[in-house]
């Protein structure tokens, strides 16, 4: 049972400290998973608790109970509030006070209809077997598959000292399937999936897990025999899932405004050109150009609502994401990006859904136009650097010769410095699409992101075996 | 063990053929770093139990953090609910009960008194190392984490085992700027099981010198040549994917490269991995799996030849093999398959032979990048990395891509240093391997 939000005010309202919030969160996570007809996972799992965080000598401290009675509550505030009384001797820079923020009071639900409960745990299971098989069935080459259901059901009752009273409730549902390819000693895979905040019709609404089985069953065994392509520059056009990925890792980490005060290359670049004039780009908690993105929140884990933050308006730096800690700092308001994982986590500064903005190309138009290049599908995860170096890989490269998509390669890795890429951008496209949803983001703590956009056309140092 | 006998209980009660409760209870405390300060100080308590039924040969699982009788009765009913949808499976069953040897140095009574204070004290000290190296040394985040584990398990076959360890872990990650440039991201990780072996300020120390050294990185051209890898670079580029390998799952899957390979030579003669829950002195060390099986050290790959995989009980099952003492995982999921403490045996040569040998090549402190646990194609991006000509470290570079497979590495590898560190749950050495692309920027 939920504790109301009047019983956890009633706890931090014992505490002694500059603001303290409370965090009730139950999360139930599920999961089936198979492979080449065997079980691999089969669960029902549930967590729940209360995180308490206190701020007291410009210091903060956090513990968390998984009781929800008063006295225990009571001894994780007594917790959080010596260990933050402690950590202040250490504290050089003390937090004097903390951004202003719209924050959040009443239910927010970010689920959609077709609710993941109005299907069986029976029907889930019968799909992920169903599916699993499908993708082995379509290729002789394609041995061996993995496919994989997961849900995350959230409910919450955030409230703060200062006001915020948001109870919410939050679905998020996971699918995908990994189709293995093998012959004479080559092994490769190739993955379809989707992840979507929402309900069972949502989560395939772009495809359905017979078309990601078949697409992921065909990536893989075409993938067979494909070559590497050479290392070098050129341009290239990333598909929706590709410039998700690079405005998550290349772009989003380094706005990251507590990355931004430890010395983020974007550092004091407010107001200045960062991209080309053709590049908006968005982090938006509730992802009102396409609703239900898996990393959308309508408040974060501080109470505050999340807003849509445009990150780079035509080009220029235009805002940091913030919590309430570095509101204040910079003197803005909170961008409502502070989020924690689980009732043990504390909030942290983390993306949600990461885009850049449709243009008005046409995709065959933008590929008509490149002379030599490739065109990038579907991303296979990456890294950034404070520096903006970036690397990430596609599992589909397609070289395009003369204005024609060509031959497939494989293992194919994009890397370069993130700004320079975005500056280089020279057509923007039409469509769009949040295709990163399945994915987590890692920061001390995982958190549920999505990214997208539409296709884009730049140039980047495509990575291959053969040195040019 | 009292959850997880009432967890036991209920399910025999409540229809299952065999049952598994696995419980695991936390207490820390820890302090966070961020931007050249102290953070925020954390500490807690919590326990869960994951609750593993077979019916008919068919599996469910559970698993739960609100330890009441009715919480458990419902995720007992939970898991036997999911095992009524399963398929059956002949391999689903238990180990038996074998020895119940608790290992030494995995628990420091000492850790009982380590409060919030000794953690903040070692953060202040971590945070103090780096700024009296180099001024220009930002510490981007970081913690300092002191962890007591009791580790329980109980089961319809017989097992009741118990164990409590100890755990000090500590990390530090950030940059060095100088004017507009900002170096590399670097990070670096350490832990111990006992008091007397925190070195967090050492961590500290090394992350500054390599953020400090890789300041003036330039841009190369494309050569093809040798490559010494770290054991940071190591780990994130080649171990992977063999652990990946090396896992009796992925084998029978086929989704690795070493299915049928039992007895064949895999990798250079040079090259000996073996894994060992038993050694105190990583952090992957416990006296029993996740099943309940003793660990024990295992030599996996001996002399370039591959001698053994890593087995659950499952997986054991399915080859007419033992357990090898491979059940991984914590108590929110049911076991999978996976090392304790992976290690390299060293080779003959210092890591300066190894530069001092390396003709043209490049030093890969890290690397960032794609390995495909499956083919082992690899391609990503030096991180911290260094050019050597004729023996000697030129300068730092950037924007420097790797490519090449994993399994081709494995088999030339041309030495293995002396030296090892500690990267996480892996002991490794520095290794020199030759003909590797390298793509310049």
Redesign the interface.
């Known amino acids: 049972m939920a504790p109301s939000p009047s019983f956890l005010l009633k706890i931090i309202d014992q505490a002694h400290s500059q603001y303290a919030e409370a965090r009730f969160h139950s999360r139930k996570?599920n999961?089936?998973r198979m492979?080449?007809?065997?079980?691999?996972?089969?669960?029902?799992?549930?967590?729940?608790?209360v995180g308490i965080r206190v701020l007291i000598d410009g210091?903060?401290?956090?513990?968390?109970?998984?009781?929800l009675d008063e006295e225990n509550l009571l001894r994780?505030l007594k917790?959080?509030s010596?260990?933050?009384k402690?950590?202040s001797?250490?504290?050089?820079?003390k937090i004097l006070k903390l951004g202003d923020a719209n924050l959040a009071k009443g239910k927010f639900t970010s689920s959609s209809g077709d609710s993941l409960d109005s299907h069986s745990?029976?029907e889930k299971?019968?799909l992920v077997?169903e599916i699993e098989k499908l993708a082995r069935s379509k290729s002789p080459v394609v041995?061996?598959a993995i496919c994989s259901y997961r849900e995350i059901i959230d409910e919450k009752i955030i409230v703060t000292s200062d006001g915020a009273a948001a109870e919410l409730h939050d679905m998020k549902p996971e699918f995908r399937i990994t189709a293995?390819a093998?012959e004479k000693?080559?092994?490769?895979?190739a993955s379809e999936s989707s992840g979507v905040t929402g309900g069972w019709k949502r989560l395939f609404e772009k495809r359905s897990p017979e078309e990601m089985a078949e697409r992921a069953a065909d990536i893989a065994s075409r993938l067979i025999g494909a070559s590497?392509p050479k290392?070098e520059?050129a341009t290239v056009i990333l598909d929706p899932a590709m410039v998700g990925l690079i405005s998550h890792e290349a772009i989003g980490h380094t706005v990251e405004a507590?990355?931004v005060?430890?010395?983020?290359?974007v550092k004091d670049k407010m107001g200045e050109k960062v991209a080309s004039e053709l590049v908006t780009l968005l982090d938006s908690g509730p992802g009102s150009i396409k609703p239900g993105a898996g990393g959308t929140i309508l408040v974060d884990d501080e109470g505050v609502i999340a807003q849509e933050t445009v990150v780079i308006d035509s080009g220029v730096l235009s805002s940091y994401l913030h919590n309430r800690e570095t509101a204040a700092l910079f003197d803005v308001e909170s961008t409502g990006n502070a989020r924690a994982f689980e009732y043990?986590d504390?909030p942290l500064i983390r993306m949600r859904n990461t885009y850049i903005k449709p243009g008005d190309y046409r995709h065959d138009e933008m590929v008509k136009e490149v002379h030599h290049g490739y065109l990038l599908k579907g991303a296979?995860?990456?890294?950034a650097?404070?520096?903006?170096?970036f690397?990430?890989?596609a599992q589909e490269a397609y070289l395009i010769e003369n204005g024609e998509i060509g031959k497939l390669l494989?293992?194919?890795?994009i890397?370069?410095?993130a700004f320079d890429t975005l500056s280089s951008v020279d057509a923007v496209g039409k469509d769009f699409g949040f295709e990163i949803g399945s994915g987590y983001c890692g920061k001390?703590q995982m958190a549920k992101v999505d990214g997208g956009g539409p296709h884009i056309r730049c140039e980047t140092?495509v990575?291959?075996?053969?040195?040019? | 063990m009292e959850a997880c006998r009432i967890g036991k209980e209920k399910a025999l009660q409540f229809g299952a053929s065999e049952v598994e409760v696995y419980g695991r209870s936390i207490k820390e405390v820890e302090s966070f770093l961020e931007r050249n300060d102290i953070k925020l100080g954390k500490s807690h308590s919590h326990a869960i139990l994951g609750i593993r039924v077979f019916k008919e040969m068919a599996m469910g699982f559970a698993s739960l953090n609100e330890l009441t009788v009715d919480h458990i009765e419902k995720a007992v009913r939970d898991a036997l609910k999911i095992a009524g949808m399963t398929p059956r499976d002949e391999n689903n069953i238990l180990p038996r009960k074998s020895s119940s040897i608790i290992h030494d140095g995995l628990y420091d009574q000492a850790a009982e008194g380590f409060g919030a204070s000794d953690s903040l004290e070692v953060a202040l000290e971590m945070l103090e190392t780096t700024k009296s190296y180099d001024p220009r040394v930002t510490v981007d985040s970081g913690a300092f984490n002191s962890s007591i584990f009791d580790n329980v398990i109980c089961t319809s076959s017989g097992i009741e085992r118990s164990e409590t360890i100890s755990l000090f872990s500590w990390a530090i990650m950030g940059m060095a700027t100088e004017g507009a440039e900002v170096s590399s991201f670097d990070y670096q990780v350490g832990s111990t099981h006992e008091v007397r072996g925190i070195h967090a300020t050492a961590a500290a120390r090394v992350f500054a010198e390599n953020v400090v050294n890789s300041l003036g990185a330039k841009k190369i051209q494309s050569f093809t040549g040798g490559v010494i890898l770290s054991p940071q670079a190591l780990m994130e580029l080649v171990l992977q994917t063999v652990v990946s390998s090396l896992r009796s799952d992925n084998v029978q899957k086929g989704r690795s490269k070493f299915k049928d390979r039992l007895g064949e030579s895999v990798a250079s003669e040079s090259l000996t991995i073996r894994d060992d829950g038993t050694n105190p002195n990583g952090p992957g060390a416990s006296s029993f799996d996740r099943e309940g099986v003793s660990t024990s050290p295992i030599v996996l790959v001996d002399n370039g030849e591959l001698k053994s995989l890593m087995f659950n009980t499952y997986t054991a099952s399915k080859d007419g093999a033992e357990s090898t003492g491979h059940a991984t995982g914590s108590p929110r999921s049911s076991p999978s398959v996976g090392p304790s403490n992976i290690m390299i045996d060293p080779g003959e040569v210092s890591k300066e032979e190894l530069i001092s040998e390396l003709e043209k090549g490049v030093l890969v402190t890290r690397f960032s990048g794609n390995t495909s646990a499956v083919s082992g194609d690899f391609s990503g991006v030096v991180k911290g990395g260094f050019l050597i000509e004729r023996g000697e470290i030129l300068h730092p570079i950037k924007e420097t891509l790797v490519a090449g497979n994993v399994f081709d590495l494995l088999r030339n590898i041309s030495a293995i240093s002396k030296e090892r560190e500690w990267m996480e749950s892996a002991l490794l050495p520095y290794i020199h391997v030759e003909g590797i692309s390298i793509i310049g920027g």
Do not use: H, Y
């Open positions: 996570f999961e089936v492979g080449n007809g065997e079980l691999e996972e089969a669960r029902f799992t549930t967590l729940s608790g210091a903060w401290g956090f513990s968390s109970s998984s009781s994780s917790d959080a010596s260990i933050a402690i950590s001797r250490g504290v050089a820079n745990t029976e299971v019968a077997r041995k061996s293995i093998s000693g080559e092994v490769v895979s590497q290392g520059r507590d990355f005060l430890s010395g983020s290359v043990t504390e296979l995860g990456g890294q650097d404070a520096n903006g170096e690397m990430f890989g494989r293992g194919v890795t890397s370069g410095q001390w140092i990575g291959g075996v053969t040195p040019s």
